[in-house]
């Protein structure tokens, strides 16, 4: 079956330190990648999404992410947290051709001062 | 721009009874969707729009009923409300494939 997979339900990481969320999709082609952010109590927010051509790709807020085909991910990074990126990470992808977007279960992200 | 807009922000009903969330965008944007988001689920999809007149059922459309008369408004309607459907519910636009998706701030809801 078609599925979006974050493994990680909750991660906290240390201001200053790096961080990659994790994120596996389950679909027969390569789709549409994107990575939203939730702060609380508010909607979403695009950091970054994935079409074609280069793997890594850029984001708003420094946020980068890497499309790896063999792996099936699409797993996101900063190298230096800040205590404004506590929030919750949605992975999220729709077939080429398709119209629904589907998404992961999200990763709620704590930040240590 | 507005963007997406929702309203209400906050809403609460007592089972059974029938309520009305509307979304609109100023975009231009032919595809709408609702989504609900529940605690450890993400967003799941309930219904979609790919264009004024035309609807489709998303993961979890039953209890719900959606209509597009125009290519900027989207009302969700739950005709009788059950605590099930407590829940934060967002509304969502993009221009077409590929394209970005907008959410709106979400509407609270609760069904007691």
């Known amino acids: 079956a078609q599925s979006v997979t974050q493994p990680d339900i909750h991660i906290t990481v240390s201001e200053g330190a790096s961080l990659e969320l994790r994120c596996n999709y389950s679909?027969?082609?390569?789709?549409?990648l994107f990575w939203y952010v939730q702060s609380p109590g508010q909607g979403l927010q695009l950091l970054l999404k994935y079409f074609s051509g280069d793997t890594l790709v850029q984001g708003i807020k420094g946020f980068e992410a890497e499309f790896k085909r063999s792996q099936s991910s699409f797993n996101l990074r900063k190298p230096s947290v800040h205590w404004s990126d506590a929030a919750e990470y949605f992975c999220?992808?729709?077939?080429?051709?398709?119209?629904?977007?589907?998404f992961g279960q999200g990763t709620r992200l704590t930040i240590n001062p | 721009n507005a963007g997406v807009t929702q309203t209400p922000k906050f809403q609460v009903l007592k089972t059974g009874q029938s309520m009305t969330l509307q979304c609109a965008q100023d975009m231009n944007h032919e595809y709408m969707s609702w989504y609900r988001q529940d605690p450890g689920m993400g967003l799941r999809l309930i219904h979609y729009s790919v264009g004024a007149g035309i609807t489709d059922q998303g993961e979890v459309p039953n209890g719900y009923n959606v209509s597009r008369s125009t290519t900027e408004d989207f009302p969700l309607r739950l005709l009788s409300a059950a605590p099930s459907q407590t829940s934060v519910y967002f509304c969502?636009?993009?221009?077409?494939?590929?394209?970005?998706?907008?959410f709106g701030p979400g509407t609270r809801l609760t069904v007691t």
């Open positions: 969502a636009s993009r221009r077409g494939q590929g394209y970005e998706q907008y």
């Open positions: 679909y027969g082609a390569t789709p549409y």
């Open positions: 999220a992808v729709v077939l080429k051709g398709a119209q629904k977007l589907v």
